[in-house]
């Protein structure tokens, strides 16, 4: 295996335990998710730890939204998406 396979392979076991963690994070404050695990605007910046202005912002590095409302919101992030996202922000 070579050195972009096992890092590539790191990466998706990172995001995948990163989205198991933002899903918790948001069970357990009692977020609205839809059934393909998508969250609102403000729960995403909650998630993150940002301003949900400082999100707004951010959305050039790559963070795919969706025009389909959760929890009355009308834009929504899935929860796999902010976890890569916030995986490929680490710094090696």
Same mark, same amino acid.
């Given at each position: 295996?070579?050195?972009? +396979?096992?890092?590539? *392979?790191? %990466? $998706?076991? /990172?995001?995948?335990?990163?989205?198991?963690? %933002? /899903? &918790? &994070?948001?069970? =357990?404050? =009692?977020?609205? *998710?839809? #059934?393909? $695990?998508? !969250?609102?605007?403000?729960?995403? &910046?909650? %998630?993150?730890?940002?301003e949900?202005?400082?999100?707004?912002?951010?959305?050039?590095?790559?963070?795919?939204?969706?025009? !389909?409302?959760? #929890?009355?919101?009308? !834009?929504?992030?899935? %929860?796999?998406?902010?976890? &890569?996202? *916030? +995986?490929?922000?680490r710094?090696?």
């Open positions: 295996m070579t050195w972009s +396979e096992r890092t590539r *392979i790191e %990466l $998706d076991d /990172r995001v995948e335990a990163t989205t198991r963690a %933002l /899903r &918790a &994070a948001a069970v =357990e404050a =009692e977020m609205a *998710i839809s #059934g393909d $695990d998508r !969250v609102g605007e403000s729960c995403a &910046a909650r %998630l993150l730890g940002l949900r202005e400082t999100k707004k912002r951010s959305e050039g590095k790559a963070l795919p939204s969706y025009r !389909v409302p959760v #929890g009355g919101a009308r !834009v929504s992030y899935r %929860l796999c998406d902010l976890a &890569a996202w *916030i +995986e490929q922000q710094n090696f």
